[in-house]
């Protein structure tokens, strides 16, 4: 009996190791994440997050690598849905509401963003980008967000999204940049001054006479804090994707997030838990009553808001919620 067993393992170690083909695309985005891994240690310690930012004559270019535990096809499918952008974006505190227009490859969003608090969008800033799939195969996507115009001023906003499987999981990049403006940058400075003067980020500089750990503060934390924010976002509406029902979806979303911030509170709590689901709800009607007009404005607002809706009951079920 040991004598077959013998044969049997080198018979099949004389096999040759049978894999399925995987696109250049797929293999060079692992192959950077490996070799970007390798120089960056996890932005946090118990998250798949790797972050590496450059700032430059008022451009600012930010690259993040992380993986999240979804299946490929999951993710690419959202990336790629203007919906979807729209509403995993609204999790975060400062988007207001976001809304699209077009169908197919290309799709123009226009995002709102203001303070942490609740701002209707007639009073929030904006950015409108151009959403667009600029490749897509079965083991790899990219999603590319465009604008030529920002806020204050600022340009050149560009924000690559690459995404491939990994590991039973999904690999996803994100390279962004853009161009600030004199009014852009005064602003920042004048937000790292006073309201983000005592906010840290992840990355651990040094340890203080106690041996506690000192946090990165100005705009690297700033940079930390929200690609952090942007990542937990993307992964609570994906664990909360596959219900029909979209009033109860964005009820478990907004759940969803606020717990995973609240994992790093010290870093990411900006509003207590309430007053976070209160605003949000209000921002979510506000993006459901903008989206309904532009699809009526398109002709296509009967069908496409009761689908959006969930059965026509989405305004009336967030209406309610208290």
Excluded at 36 to 55: D, Q, R, W, Y
Aim: glycine residues 6%; proline residues 4%; hydrophobic residues 35%.
């Amino acid at each position: 009996m040991r004598q077959r067993a013998l044969i049997a393992i080198l018979l099949l170690s004389a096999c040759p190791v049978i894999t399925s083909a995987s696109s250049p695309e797929h293999q060079q985005l692992v192959s950077r994440y490996q070799e970007f891994s390798a120089n960056l240690k996890p932005v946090v310690t118990t998250m798949p997050l790797h972050i590496s930012s450059v700032e430059v004559d008022g451009r600012l270019d930010v690259d993040v690598f992380g993986v999240i535990n979804q299946p490929f096809q999951r993710v690419a499918a959202s990336l790629a849905a203007p919906r979807s952008v729209c509403e995993f974006l609204l999790l975060n505190l400062n988007v207001k509401a976001c809304t699209y227009e077009g169908i197919g490859d290309a799709a123009s969003l226009k995002i709102y963003v203001a303070g942490k608090g609740y701002t209707p969008p007639y009073r929030s800033l904006s950015i409108e980008p151009l959403h667009q799939v600029s490749k897509r195969s079965p083991d790899y996507m990219a999603m590319a967000l465009d604008a030529q115009k920002g806020i204050m001023g600022s340009s050149n906003y560009h924000v690559l999204t690459e995404v491939a499987p990994y590991q039973q999981r999904t690999l996803v990049r994100v390279s962004s940049s853009y161009q600030g403006s004199r009014i852009s940058n005064m602003a920042t400075q004048a937000y790292l001054r006073t309201f983000a003067r005592d906010k840290i980020g992840f990355s651990v500089t040094g340890f203080d006479t106690r041996g506690k750990p000192v946090y990165i503060k100005g705009l690297q934390a700033v940079i930390e804090r929200n690609v952090v924010r942007s990542y937990m976002a993307l992964q609570a509406y994906l664990e909360h994707s596959q219900k029909r029902n979209r009033p109860e979806q964005f009820e478990q979303r907004i759940h969803r997030w606020y717990d995973l911030t609240e994992t790093y509170a010290m870093q990411l709590r900006e509003v207590e838990r309430e007053r976070y689901f209160y605003n949000k709800r209000r921002e979510y009607r506000n993006q459901l009553r903008l989206q309904t007009k532009l699809d009526d404005r398109s002709g296509s607002g009967a069908v496409t808001t009761r689908a959006q809706t969930g059965s026509g009951q989405g305004f009336n079920a967030i209406r309610t919620t208290k």
